[in-house]
Protein backbone atom coordinates (compact mmCIF):
# COMPACT_ATOMS: atom_id res chain seq x y z
CA UNK A 1 0.00 0.00 0.00
CA UNK A 2 1.14 3.15 -0.86
CA UNK A 3 2.04 5.43 2.29
CA UNK A 4 -0.95 7.97 2.78
CA UNK A 5 1.23 11.18 2.99
CA UNK A 6 2.60 10.87 -0.75
CA UNK A 7 -1.03 10.63 -2.21
CA UNK A 8 -2.46 13.91 -1.07
CA UNK A 9 -2.48 16.18 -4.07
CA UNK A 10 0.29 18.48 -3.39
CA UNK A 11 2.60 15.53 -2.30
CA UNK A 12 1.72 13.92 -5.51
CA UNK A 13 2.45 17.38 -7.79
CA UNK A 14 6.11 17.62 -5.74
CA UNK A 15 7.03 14.05 -6.77
CA UNK A 16 5.86 14.50 -10.08
CA UNK A 17 7.50 18.03 -10.90
CA UNK A 18 10.68 16.25 -9.64
CA UNK A 19 10.18 13.49 -11.52
CA UNK A 20 9.82 16.16 -14.32
CA UNK A 21 12.72 18.05 -12.98
CA UNK A 22 14.82 14.97 -13.80
CA UNK A 23 13.28 13.89 -17.11
CA UNK A 24 14.53 17.50 -18.03
CA UNK A 25 18.52 16.59 -17.42
CA UNK A 26 17.53 13.50 -19.16
CA UNK A 27 16.75 15.17 -22.34
CA UNK A 28 19.75 18.01 -22.31
CA UNK A 29 22.15 14.56 -22.14
CA UNK A 30 20.69 12.82 -24.34
CA UNK A 31 19.73 15.58 -27.26
CA UNK A 32 23.86 16.33 -26.70
CA UNK A 33 24.77 12.13 -27.30
CA UNK A 34 22.60 12.01 -29.73
CA UNK A 35 24.31 14.77 -31.53
CA UNK A 36 27.33 13.22 -31.29
CA UNK A 37 26.87 10.20 -32.56
CA UNK A 38 25.31 11.32 -35.54
CA UNK A 39 27.44 14.36 -36.06
CA UNK A 40 24.26 16.53 -36.53
CA UNK A 41 23.98 20.27 -34.87
CA UNK A 42 20.87 20.45 -33.16
CA UNK A 43 18.26 22.94 -34.25
CA UNK A 44 17.58 24.15 -31.20
CA UNK A 45 19.35 24.88 -27.94
CA UNK A 46 19.76 21.94 -25.79
CA UNK A 47 17.36 22.96 -23.12
CA UNK A 48 14.40 23.31 -25.10
CA UNK A 49 15.16 19.18 -25.50
CA UNK A 50 14.67 19.18 -21.62
CA UNK A 51 11.83 21.34 -21.10
CA UNK A 52 10.45 19.28 -23.83
CA UNK A 53 10.48 16.08 -22.55
CA UNK A 54 9.67 17.51 -19.07
CA UNK A 55 6.57 19.14 -20.19
CA UNK A 56 5.07 15.76 -21.72
CA UNK A 57 6.22 14.30 -17.84
CA UNK A 58 4.66 16.83 -16.14
CA UNK A 59 1.41 18.41 -17.99
CA UNK A 60 -0.29 14.97 -18.60
CA UNK A 61 0.18 13.40 -15.35
CA UNK A 62 -1.11 16.60 -13.79
CA UNK A 63 -4.24 16.91 -16.08
CA UNK A 64 -4.65 13.38 -14.85
CA UNK A 65 -4.26 13.59 -11.54
CA UNK A 66 -6.68 16.80 -11.37
CA UNK A 67 -9.05 15.08 -12.76
CA UNK A 68 -8.75 12.04 -11.02
CA UNK A 69 -8.86 14.20 -7.87
CA UNK A 70 -12.13 16.07 -8.58
CA UNK A 71 -14.19 12.38 -10.05
CA UNK A 72 -13.53 10.32 -7.49
CA UNK A 73 -14.72 12.66 -4.55
CA UNK A 74 -18.57 12.67 -6.06
CA UNK A 75 -18.40 8.59 -6.64
CA UNK A 76 -16.89 7.92 -2.96
CA UNK A 77 -19.61 10.45 -1.88
CA UNK A 78 -22.09 8.46 -3.79
CA UNK A 79 -21.15 4.82 -2.91
CA UNK A 80 -21.08 5.74 0.57
CA UNK A 81 -24.55 7.23 0.38
CA UNK A 82 -25.72 4.17 -1.00
CA UNK A 83 -24.18 2.77 2.33
CA UNK A 84 -26.24 4.37 4.54
CA UNK A 85 -29.39 4.42 2.64
CA UNK A 86 -29.33 0.40 2.41
CA UNK A 87 -28.49 0.44 6.26
CA UNK A 88 -31.18 3.44 7.54
CA UNK A 89 -33.82 3.17 4.99
CA UNK A 90 -36.19 5.51 6.55
CA UNK A 91 -33.45 8.19 6.51
CA UNK A 92 -34.45 12.39 4.94
CA UNK A 93 -32.48 14.02 3.03
CA UNK A 94 -31.39 16.56 5.81
CA UNK A 95 -30.48 13.33 8.15
CA UNK A 96 -28.66 11.85 5.27
CA UNK A 97 -26.31 14.95 4.86
CA UNK A 98 -25.84 14.83 8.68
CA UNK A 99 -24.89 11.28 8.20
CA UNK A 100 -22.32 11.81 4.85
CA UNK A 101 -20.51 14.37 7.20
CA UNK A 102 -20.42 12.57 10.12
CA UNK A 103 -19.14 9.79 8.34
CA UNK A 104 -16.08 11.67 6.84
CA UNK A 105 -15.34 12.41 10.65
CA UNK A 106 -15.50 9.08 11.40
CA UNK A 107 -13.81 7.96 8.68
CA UNK A 108 -10.77 10.38 9.61
CA UNK A 109 -10.57 9.63 13.05
CA UNK A 110 -12.04 12.90 14.39
CA UNK A 111 -15.07 11.30 16.61
CA UNK A 112 -15.69 8.02 17.23
CA UNK A 113 -18.49 6.48 15.46
CA UNK A 114 -21.98 5.91 17.86
CA UNK A 115 -23.11 2.43 16.47
CA UNK A 116 -21.56 -0.49 15.32
CA UNK A 117 -23.19 0.31 11.76
CA UNK A 118 -21.45 3.66 11.30
CA UNK A 119 -18.03 2.32 12.41
CA UNK A 120 -18.63 -0.10 9.49
CA UNK A 121 -19.45 1.87 6.74
CA UNK A 122 -16.97 4.59 7.82
CA UNK A 123 -14.41 1.57 8.05
CA UNK A 124 -15.79 0.71 4.14
CA UNK A 125 -15.82 4.71 2.93
CA UNK A 126 -11.91 4.97 4.50
CA UNK A 127 -10.87 1.54 2.43
CA UNK A 128 -12.66 3.78 -0.92
CA UNK A 129 -10.56 6.39 -0.12
CA UNK A 130 -7.22 4.41 0.46
CA UNK A 131 -7.78 1.97 -2.67
CA UNK A 132 -8.57 5.47 -4.53
CA UNK A 133 -5.41 7.32 -3.60
CA UNK A 134 -3.47 4.21 -3.93
CA UNK A 135 -4.78 4.30 -7.64
CA UNK A 136 -4.02 7.99 -8.18
CA UNK A 137 -0.36 7.76 -6.79
CA UNK A 138 0.09 4.27 -9.77
CA UNK A 139 -1.71 6.39 -12.36
CA UNK A 140 -0.03 9.58 -12.17
CA UNK A 141 3.33 8.70 -12.67
CA UNK A 142 2.53 5.40 -15.18
CA UNK A 143 1.13 8.63 -17.16
CA UNK A 144 4.47 11.12 -16.04
CA UNK A 145 6.58 7.50 -17.51
CA UNK A 146 4.19 7.01 -20.32
CA UNK A 147 5.01 10.84 -21.14
CA UNK A 148 8.53 10.96 -20.65
CA UNK A 149 9.34 7.47 -22.44
CA UNK A 150 7.64 9.01 -25.23
CA UNK A 151 9.24 12.51 -25.20
CA UNK A 152 12.86 11.32 -25.25
CA UNK A 153 11.98 8.82 -28.23
CA UNK A 154 10.90 11.83 -30.23
CA UNK A 155 13.53 13.76 -29.49
CA UNK A 156 16.11 14.09 -32.63
CA UNK A 157 18.22 16.78 -33.74
CA UNK A 158 16.91 17.86 -36.53
CA UNK A 159 13.50 18.07 -34.25
CA UNK A 160 12.25 21.33 -33.31
CA UNK A 161 12.29 21.97 -29.82
CA UNK A 162 12.45 25.33 -29.69
CA UNK A 163 8.68 25.69 -32.11
CA UNK A 164 7.02 23.15 -30.81
CA UNK A 165 7.51 24.94 -26.92
CA UNK A 166 6.86 28.35 -28.14
CA UNK A 167 3.51 26.83 -29.68
CA UNK A 168 2.67 25.37 -26.61
CA UNK A 169 2.94 28.42 -24.98
CA UNK A 170 1.16 30.32 -27.01
CA UNK A 171 -1.90 27.67 -26.41
CA UNK A 172 -1.55 28.22 -23.01
CA UNK A 173 -1.84 31.89 -22.57
CA UNK A 174 -4.95 31.34 -25.13
CA UNK A 175 -6.79 28.74 -23.13
CA UNK A 176 -5.56 31.39 -20.00
CA UNK A 177 -7.80 33.90 -21.75
CA UNK A 178 -10.74 32.47 -22.43
CA UNK A 179 -10.68 30.86 -19.13
CA UNK A 180 -10.79 34.43 -17.96
CA UNK A 181 -13.52 35.43 -20.39
CA UNK A 182 -16.02 32.06 -19.30
CA UNK A 183 -15.48 32.65 -15.90
CA UNK A 184 -16.72 36.53 -16.53
CA UNK A 185 -19.72 35.35 -19.06
CA UNK A 186 -20.79 32.63 -16.10
CA UNK A 187 -20.56 34.96 -13.58
CA UNK A 188 -22.98 37.26 -15.45
CA UNK A 189 -25.16 34.72 -16.80
CA UNK A 190 -25.55 33.17 -13.48
CA UNK A 191 -26.56 36.89 -12.29
CA UNK A 192 -28.77 37.46 -15.15
CA UNK A 193 -30.63 34.38 -14.96
CA UNK A 194 -31.40 35.20 -11.14
CA UNK A 195 -32.35 38.35 -12.03
CA UNK A 196 -34.68 37.05 -14.51
CA UNK A 197 -36.29 34.92 -12.16
CA UNK A 198 -36.84 38.17 -9.85
CA UNK A 199 -38.38 39.89 -12.38
CA UNK A 200 -40.94 37.88 -13.59
CA UNK A 201 -42.17 38.32 -9.95
CA UNK A 202 -41.54 41.97 -9.08
CA UNK A 203 -42.14 44.95 -11.67
CA UNK A 204 -38.84 46.17 -13.04
CA UNK A 205 -40.37 49.58 -12.53
CA UNK A 206 -40.65 49.38 -8.91
CA UNK A 207 -37.38 48.18 -8.56
CA UNK A 208 -35.55 50.76 -10.51
CA UNK A 209 -37.59 53.78 -9.44
CA UNK A 210 -38.99 52.38 -5.99
CA UNK A 211 -38.13 54.72 -2.87
CA UNK A 212 -38.63 52.48 -0.66
CA UNK A 213 -36.24 49.06 0.44
CA UNK A 214 -37.14 46.44 2.81
CA UNK A 215 -36.27 43.01 1.71
CA UNK A 216 -36.28 41.57 5.22
CA UNK A 217 -39.79 42.32 6.29
CA UNK A 218 -41.84 39.26 5.77
CA UNK A 219 -45.21 38.92 2.93
CA UNK A 220 -48.54 38.85 4.31
CA UNK A 221 -49.97 35.08 4.48
CA UNK A 222 -52.38 35.97 1.99
CA UNK A 223 -49.39 35.97 -0.41
CA UNK A 224 -49.81 39.99 -0.99
CA UNK A 225 -47.87 42.23 0.60
CA UNK A 226 -48.70 43.77 3.82
CA UNK A 227 -49.19 47.41 4.86
CA UNK A 228 -48.85 48.74 8.00
CA UNK A 229 -49.46 52.66 8.60
CA UNK A 230 -49.36 52.79 4.76
CA UNK A 231 -45.73 51.42 3.82
CA UNK A 232 -45.32 48.48 1.89
CA UNK A 233 -43.72 45.89 3.50
CA UNK A 234 -41.52 43.75 1.89
CA UNK A 235 -40.65 46.22 -0.88
CA UNK A 236 -37.32 46.16 -3.18
CA UNK A 237 -37.35 49.99 -4.60
CA UNK A 238 -33.55 49.90 -4.79
CA UNK A 239 -33.04 53.95 -5.36
CA UNK A 240 -32.34 54.31 -1.70
CA UNK A 241 -29.73 51.59 -1.79
CA UNK A 242 -27.97 52.99 -5.38
CA UNK A 243 -28.17 56.50 -3.91
CA UNK A 244 -26.43 55.35 -0.45
CA UNK A 245 -23.86 52.94 -3.10
CA UNK A 246 -22.87 56.58 -5.18
CA UNK A 247 -22.87 58.94 -2.04
CA UNK A 248 -19.91 56.85 -0.35
CA UNK A 249 -17.98 56.32 -3.29
CA UNK A 250 -18.19 60.38 -4.61
CA UNK A 251 -17.20 61.54 -0.56
CA UNK A 252 -14.37 58.27 -0.82
CA UNK A 253 -13.35 60.47 -3.97
CA UNK A 254 -13.66 63.48 -3.00
CA UNK A 255 -10.40 62.40 -0.69
CA UNK A 256 -8.56 59.98 -2.64
CA UNK A 257 -8.12 61.36 -5.85
CA UNK A 258 -6.95 64.92 -4.34
CA UNK A 259 -4.13 63.10 -2.29
CA UNK A 260 -3.56 60.34 -4.22
CA UNK A 261 -2.75 62.69 -7.05
CA UNK A 262 -1.08 65.25 -5.50
CA UNK A 263 1.33 62.64 -3.97
CA UNK A 264 2.00 61.21 -6.98
CA UNK A 265 2.85 64.82 -8.65
CA UNK A 266 5.28 65.16 -5.87
CA UNK A 267 6.96 61.40 -5.67
CA UNK A 268 6.87 61.60 -9.64
CA UNK A 269 8.49 65.22 -10.27
CA UNK A 270 9.53 66.57 -6.95
CA UNK A 271 10.86 64.52 -4.47
CA UNK A 272 14.21 63.07 -4.53
CA UNK A 273 15.15 59.12 -4.96
CA UNK A 274 15.82 58.99 -1.02
CA UNK A 275 12.34 60.91 0.04
CA UNK A 276 11.04 58.87 -2.68
CA UNK A 277 11.94 55.33 -1.56
CA UNK A 278 10.77 56.91 1.85
CA UNK A 279 7.63 57.91 0.68
CA UNK A 280 6.33 55.50 -1.44
CA UNK A 281 6.56 52.50 0.47
CA UNK A 282 4.97 54.15 3.47
CA UNK A 283 1.93 55.38 1.20
CA UNK A 284 1.51 51.51 -0.10
CA UNK A 285 1.24 50.08 3.45
CA UNK A 286 -1.97 51.48 3.73
CA UNK A 287 -2.81 49.05 1.29
CA UNK A 288 -2.04 46.19 3.08
CA UNK A 289 -4.29 47.08 6.23
CA UNK A 290 -7.03 44.64 6.35
CA UNK A 291 -10.97 46.41 5.71
CA UNK A 292 -12.11 45.31 9.03
CA UNK A 293 -9.32 47.34 10.65
CA UNK A 294 -10.25 50.71 8.37
CA UNK A 295 -13.96 49.72 9.52
CA UNK A 296 -13.06 49.87 13.70
CA UNK A 297 -11.42 53.08 13.27
CA UNK A 298 -14.02 54.71 11.24
CA UNK A 299 -16.66 53.16 14.00
CA UNK A 300 -14.86 54.26 16.92
CA UNK A 301 -12.89 57.08 16.06
CA UNK A 302 -13.91 58.84 12.73
CA UNK A 303 -17.83 58.55 13.57
CA UNK A 304 -17.68 59.82 17.26
CA UNK A 305 -15.53 62.41 16.32
CA UNK A 306 -17.91 63.64 13.35
CA UNK A 307 -20.72 63.66 15.86
CA UNK A 308 -19.18 65.40 18.30
CA UNK A 309 -18.00 67.90 16.12
CA UNK A 310 -21.91 68.11 15.39
CA UNK A 311 -22.60 68.74 18.78
CA UNK A 312 -20.37 71.67 19.18
CA UNK A 313 -22.25 73.26 16.05
CA UNK A 314 -25.88 72.26 17.40
CA UNK A 315 -26.45 69.53 14.83
CA UNK A 316 -27.69 66.14 15.99
CA UNK A 317 -25.43 63.64 14.03
CA UNK A 318 -25.50 60.25 13.97
CA UNK A 319 -22.37 58.52 14.44
CA UNK A 320 -22.81 56.27 11.85
CA UNK A 321 -22.82 58.57 8.56
CA UNK A 322 -21.95 58.53 4.72
CA UNK A 323 -19.28 60.93 5.40
CA UNK A 324 -17.11 58.59 8.06
CA UNK A 325 -17.31 55.97 6.12
CA UNK A 326 -16.75 57.29 2.65
CA UNK A 327 -13.87 59.48 4.44
CA UNK A 328 -12.17 56.14 5.62
CA UNK A 329 -12.63 54.14 2.05
CA UNK A 330 -11.00 57.58 0.90
CA UNK A 331 -8.05 56.68 3.27
CA UNK A 332 -7.89 53.17 1.90
CA UNK A 333 -8.40 54.13 -1.52
CA UNK A 334 -5.28 56.23 -1.45
CA UNK A 335 -2.47 54.16 -1.61
CA UNK A 336 -4.20 52.52 -5.20
CA UNK A 337 -4.53 55.88 -6.89
CA UNK A 338 -0.88 57.03 -5.98
CA UNK A 339 1.42 54.07 -6.99
CA UNK A 340 -0.60 54.18 -10.31
CA UNK A 341 -0.44 57.49 -10.96
CA UNK A 342 3.04 57.86 -10.15
CA UNK A 343 4.01 54.67 -12.54
CA UNK A 344 1.71 56.41 -15.20
CA UNK A 345 3.19 59.91 -14.58
CA UNK A 346 6.98 58.46 -14.30
CA UNK A 347 6.48 57.04 -17.96
CA UNK A 348 5.83 60.00 -19.65
CA UNK A 349 8.50 60.30 -21.91
CA UNK A 350 11.38 62.94 -21.32
CA UNK A 351 11.09 64.92 -24.37
CA UNK A 352 7.86 66.05 -23.80
CA UNK A 353 9.28 67.53 -20.01
CA UNK A 354 12.40 68.62 -22.09
CA UNK A 355 10.11 70.68 -24.63
CA UNK A 356 8.02 72.61 -22.48
CA UNK A 357 10.75 73.87 -20.26
CA UNK A 358 12.79 74.09 -23.14
CA UNK A 359 9.95 77.20 -24.85
CA UNK A 360 10.40 78.60 -21.62
CA UNK A 361 7.42 76.72 -19.13
CA UNK A 362 7.18 76.99 -16.13
CA UNK A 363 7.61 73.74 -13.71
CA UNK A 364 4.08 73.83 -13.13
CA UNK A 365 3.04 74.40 -16.70
CA UNK A 366 4.86 71.87 -17.64
CA UNK A 367 3.04 69.41 -15.52
CA UNK A 368 -0.30 71.46 -15.40
CA UNK A 369 -0.42 71.69 -19.70
CA UNK A 370 1.77 68.69 -20.94
CA UNK A 371 2.43 65.60 -18.35
CA UNK A 372 -0.53 65.55 -16.47
CA UNK A 373 -2.91 65.46 -20.02
CA UNK A 374 0.02 62.98 -21.36
CA UNK A 375 -0.88 60.56 -18.41
CA UNK A 376 -4.52 61.23 -18.00
CA UNK A 377 -5.24 57.50 -20.06
CA UNK A 378 -3.66 55.98 -17.03
CA UNK A 379 -4.80 58.68 -14.45
CA UNK A 380 -8.15 57.38 -15.61
CA UNK A 381 -7.60 53.89 -15.24
CA UNK A 382 -6.26 54.67 -11.91
CA UNK A 383 -9.30 56.68 -10.88
CA UNK A 384 -11.61 53.86 -12.11
CA UNK A 385 -9.73 51.19 -9.76
CA UNK A 386 -10.57 53.39 -6.83
CA UNK A 387 -13.87 53.59 -7.58
CA UNK A 388 -14.44 50.10 -8.00
CA UNK A 389 -13.02 49.59 -4.97
CA UNK A 390 -15.42 51.91 -3.03
CA UNK A 391 -18.61 50.79 -5.02
CA UNK A 392 -17.64 47.67 -4.16
CA UNK A 393 -16.87 48.07 -0.28
CA UNK A 394 -18.54 46.00 2.39
CA UNK A 395 -16.90 46.06 6.06
CA UNK A 396 -16.41 49.45 5.96
CA UNK A 397 -20.10 50.80 5.11
CA UNK A 398 -21.38 48.04 7.80
CA UNK A 399 -19.81 49.44 10.28
CA UNK A 400 -19.41 53.67 9.89
CA UNK A 401 -22.95 54.15 7.81
CA UNK A 402 -25.17 51.27 9.23
CA UNK A 403 -27.34 49.23 7.11
CA UNK A 404 -30.60 51.64 7.26
CA UNK A 405 -31.50 52.88 3.41
CA UNK A 406 -32.58 56.46 3.42
CA UNK A 407 -32.82 58.33 -0.26
CA UNK A 408 -30.88 61.25 1.11
CA UNK A 409 -27.63 63.57 -0.15
CA UNK A 410 -26.74 63.84 3.45
CA UNK A 411 -23.50 62.76 3.78
CA UNK A 412 -24.37 63.43 7.79
CA UNK A 413 -27.18 60.34 7.70
CA UNK A 414 -26.56 56.91 7.89
CA UNK A 415 -26.82 55.26 4.95
CA UNK A 416 -26.57 51.61 3.35
CA UNK A 417 -24.79 50.31 -0.50
CA UNK A 418 -25.77 47.63 -2.67
CA UNK A 419 -23.00 45.42 -1.58
CA UNK A 420 -23.97 45.57 2.36
CA UNK A 421 -27.52 44.41 1.09
CA UNK A 422 -26.10 42.09 -1.08
CA UNK A 423 -24.30 40.26 2.28
CA UNK A 424 -27.19 40.64 4.62
CA UNK A 425 -30.08 39.19 2.07
CA UNK A 426 -27.60 35.86 1.17
CA UNK A 427 -26.05 35.64 4.57
CA UNK A 428 -27.63 32.66 7.50
CA UNK A 429 -29.98 29.86 6.12
CA UNK A 430 -31.60 31.00 2.61
CA UNK A 431 -34.04 29.92 0.23
CA UNK A 432 -33.05 30.71 -3.29
CA UNK A 433 -36.57 30.32 -4.27
CA UNK A 434 -37.52 33.49 -2.13
CA UNK A 435 -38.06 36.56 -3.46
CA UNK A 436 -35.89 38.26 -0.52
CA UNK A 437 -33.08 36.54 -1.96
CA UNK A 438 -33.83 36.45 -5.80
CA UNK A 439 -33.29 40.24 -5.28
CA UNK A 440 -29.83 40.30 -4.00
CA UNK A 441 -29.64 39.20 -7.47
CA UNK A 442 -30.72 41.84 -9.05
CA UNK A 443 -28.82 44.51 -6.93
CA UNK A 444 -25.34 42.51 -8.38
CA UNK A 445 -26.44 42.65 -12.06
CA UNK A 446 -27.80 46.59 -11.64
CA UNK A 447 -24.41 47.18 -9.61
CA UNK A 448 -22.97 45.66 -12.69
CA UNK A 449 -24.15 47.15 -15.42
CA UNK A 450 -23.75 51.08 -13.32
CA UNK A 451 -19.74 50.13 -13.07
CA UNK A 452 -19.53 48.93 -16.84
CA UNK A 453 -21.20 52.14 -17.93
CA UNK A 454 -18.87 54.37 -15.55
CA UNK A 455 -15.98 52.05 -17.41
CA UNK A 456 -17.17 52.61 -20.93
CA UNK A 457 -17.38 56.37 -20.34
CA UNK A 458 -14.42 56.80 -18.26
CA UNK A 459 -12.21 54.87 -21.21
CA UNK A 460 -13.87 57.00 -24.25
CA UNK A 461 -13.09 60.32 -22.55
CA UNK A 462 -9.79 59.14 -21.61
CA UNK A 463 -9.07 57.89 -25.44
CA UNK A 464 -10.10 61.27 -26.70
CA UNK A 465 -8.43 63.36 -24.53
CA UNK A 466 -4.95 61.35 -25.07
CA UNK A 467 -4.95 60.76 -28.63
CA UNK A 468 -2.90 63.44 -29.33
CA UNK A 469 -0.06 61.54 -27.36
Known amino acids: MVPATITNVFSLTVVLFLTAVIVFFIGKSYIVSLSQSQGMRPHSLRHYYGIYAAAWTFIPAIIVLLMWTALTQPVIARL ?142 SGGQSEIDGVVQGSFGMLPVMAGTLLVAFI ?52 PFIRDLGFFAGMDISAQSALAAGGVMGIMIIPFISSLSDDVITAVPRSLRDGALGIGSTRGEMITKVVLPAAFPGLTGAFLLGISRAIGETMIVVMAAGVSAQLTANPLDSVTTVTVQIVMLLTGDTEFDSLKTLSAFALGITLFVVTLMLNVVALSVSRRAGGRY
Request: glycine share 6%; aromatic share 12%.
Open 252 to 303: AMLVAVPIGLFAAIYMAEFASERTRNIVKPTLEVLAGVPTVVYGFFAALTVG
Open 80 to 221: SQSLLLDAYPDMNSAMLQLRLAQLQNISTGLIVAPDDTMRLIADAHAELRTYANDLKFVISLLVAFAGAGFAIRQIKPEQKARIKWEGFLRRLFFVAAAVAILTTIGIVSSLLFESIRFFSQYSMIDFFFGTHWSPLKAFSS
